[in-house]
């Protein structure tokens, strides 16, 4: 069976007397590797990015400047909902955005730093803080006290984040990639969910859901229930809850709900 074949392909087929190969019918769709000049991808233009003097992270302190601390409580609205403040872009072209709320410390802000700085080029690169010194009031009581005699002594401050907050941005004369992965080192020991995103990214995620919210044929919405009280669900449904059509429970952010 097999001398068949092969003398019916040898049939099809002939011998090219310059190079040799075999030619006809059958050899012509055959993809033949051969060595040649490679095409690459024509690399992008910086000619419009500048690097500032100081391109590395700077160091926060780790207690604000106050001639008197006062205490707060814990204010869970201040890490619910998504951010308002250092949502979009300013000058860079990637950054570390929050999936979620959460308080960083002022050991992750210096995990942060030592990390950024380490490991990006200065020379290329440039990085830029897109949050604030730790700022909120953090009170414990020592160990072996009793309940009551009033609120703790002020232990550390934290900053709040809330979901869709850039973290840290980074940009300069550099693709995703030469970033990419000491960002996303950085983003996983993060207390909250965080992502590593470029403009173009961040910019398509809002689409999609814009896009899943306009195409929706559920007339069901979350918004349309609470509106018209169904099953006497305005009782146990918050204002902010309402404000933010239920996309967010507590500080966790949920993509799905519309």
Request: hydrophobic fraction near 40%.
């Amino acid at each position: 069976m097999f001398s068949l074949m092969k003398a019916a392909v040898g049939g099809l087929a002939g011998v090219c007397r310059a190079c040799g190969h075999r030619q006809g019918p059958l050899f012509s769709h055959l993809k033949v590797v051969t060595a040649g000049l490679k095409t690459h991808e024509i690399p992008p233009d910086y000619s419009d990015v500048f690097l500032p003097e100081k391109p590395k992270l700077k160091v926060m302190n780790k207690v604000p400047n106050l001639t008197k601390a006062k205490k707060e409580m814990k204010k869970l609205r201040d890490i619910q909902g998504p951010s308002k403040a250092a949502n979009t872009f300013s000058i860079g072209q990637y950054a570390i955005v929050a999936m979620g709320g959460g308080y960083l410390h002022w050991g992750h802000i210096e995990m942060i730093r030592l990390t950024v700085n380490r490991k990006m080029d200065a020379q290329t690169t440039f990085a830029r803080w897109r949050i604030r010194a730790p700022y909120k009031p953090i009170t414990r009581k020592g160990l072996g006290q009793r309940m009551g005699g009033g609120k703790g002594a002020i232990d550390h401050y934290v900053t709040p984040v809330c979901y869709g907050r850039l973290i840290v941005e980074v940009g300069g004369k550099v693709e995703l990639g030469e970033v990419g992965q000491f960002l996303t080192e950085v983003a996983k020991k993060l207390p909250f969910p965080a992502k590593v995103m470029s403009r173009e990214s961040l910019a398509a995620m809002h689409k999609k859901q814009e896009e899943i919210e306009q195409n929706n044929q559920n007339p069901w919405t979350f918004k349309e229930i609470v509106q018209g009280n169904m099953l006497g669900i305005r009782r146990v449904v918050s204002p902010i809850e309402f404000h933010n059509r239920g996309r967010f429970t507590g500080k966790f952010h949920l993509p799905g709900r519309v």
